[in-house]
């Protein structure tokens, strides 16, 4: 379809390892956001892409948090020993611009860490 | 500090009885506001911008820069507003900062 794809829906690891999860915007859309939403919290900013420039990262709780975007296209998140408390829904939106105002959301990718 | 307050977590009202959902913000300068809805198995989705001043599913939410708050109202609530509201702010280097939700359950 044409909305924000997130993949994977599901992902169950154990306490240690790496988890990627990637994120398809909606095309043409420059500016990608990513949040957490944990069980019963709100969203919690992660880190934000705006075209060429430099992401804001100001977001990302621990150095175990990394995000790369290519171009305008595909970003991905990755959690590097992964810890029980990273158990959460992470949630992709894009939108036309910084300033669009109107953010689309993916269906989030649930991660849960045994 | 750039923060969005919702104080209730949860807000049960009766159909047909109105219903506000209260959004504080701290921001310096002029902030541009937004609430965000996620309905049961639906995705997060923008309800309503405070600059359009426009009224969605009988939602409206009007700017009040001297308390600064954003509140979300509606005369008549109905079954199927319940759902998750979010609020959020755009942050200075353009990202939305949200609120941490306010479960909307409306009672037949």
């Known amino acids: 379809g044409a909305g924000v794809s997130q993949s994977p829906s599901n992902k169950v690891t154990e306490k240690g390892k790496d988890v990627e999860l990637r994120c398809d915007p909606i095309?043409?859309?420059?500016?990608l956001y990513w949040y957490r939403q944990r069980l019963g919290q709100g969203l919690e900013f992660l880190i934000y892409?705006?075209?060429?420039?430099?992401?804001?990262k100001s977001g990302l709780p621990s150095d175990r948090f990394s995000a790369e975007r290519t171009g305008e296209s595909v970003s991905t998140l990755t959690i590097q020993r992964t810890q029980q408390e990273d158990s959460a829904v992470y949630l992709c939106?894009?939108?036309?611009?910084?300033?669009?105002?109107?953010?689309?959301f993916g269906e989030g990718s649930r991660l849960t860490v045994l | 500090a750039q923060r969005v307050t919702q104080p209730e977590k949860l807000l049960s009202v009766f159909k047909g009885a109105p219903v506000e959902l209260k959004c504080n913000y701290s921001y310096s300068g002029s902030p541009e506001l937004f609430w965000y809805v996620q309905y049961s198995r639906q995705r997060l989705q923008l309800l309503l911008r405070h600059i359009s001043r426009e009224s969605i599913k009988g939602f409206t939410a009007d700017l009040n820069k001297g308390e600064t708050s954003f509140h979300l109202k509606k005369p008549f609530a109905q079954e199927e507003d319940s759902a998750m509201y979010y609020c959020?702010?755009?942050?200075?280097?353009?990202?939305?900062?949200f609120g941490k939700g306010t479960k909307l359950s409306v009672k037949p």
């Open positions: 959020a702010l755009r942050g200075s280097q353009g990202n939305l900062i």
């Open positions: 939106a894009s939108s036309l611009g910084s300033g669009a105002g109107e953010l689309f």
């Open positions: 095309s043409g859309h420059t500016a």
């Open positions: 892409f705006q075209g060429n420039s430099a992401p804001d």
